[in-house]
């Protein structure tokens, strides 16, 4: 008889990520306005909704997208002081 230690490689088996959330964490207080502007570019909220959407922060401005465009998003987010989580 063998020992049977085999099986390890079924054990490891992870399936990759495909789908994402942009997730707003917060902003630099003088730059809310330019922040309000491009949440409101990239998710065609009215100006309401995306003030109040910013001003709710930890929240997600887009859900179930995939890992460039998330990474996109969050380049322009950032560069007008946002501060950005893909989760």
Known sequence: LRGGGGGGAEAAV????????????????????KVIKEVRAITSLGLKE???LVEGAP??????IQKEEAEELKA????????????
Request: glycine letters at 4%; hydrophobic letters at 40%.
């Open 14 to 33: 992870v399936e990759e990520k495909t789908i994402f959330d942009l997730k707003l964490t917060g902003f630099d207080a003088k730059s809310k306005i």
């Open 50 to 52: 995306a003030k109040e």
């Open 59 to 64: 929240t997600n401005v887009k859900k179930d």
């Open 76 to 87: 322009k987010l950032e560069k007008v002081g946002a501060t950005i989580e893909i989760v």
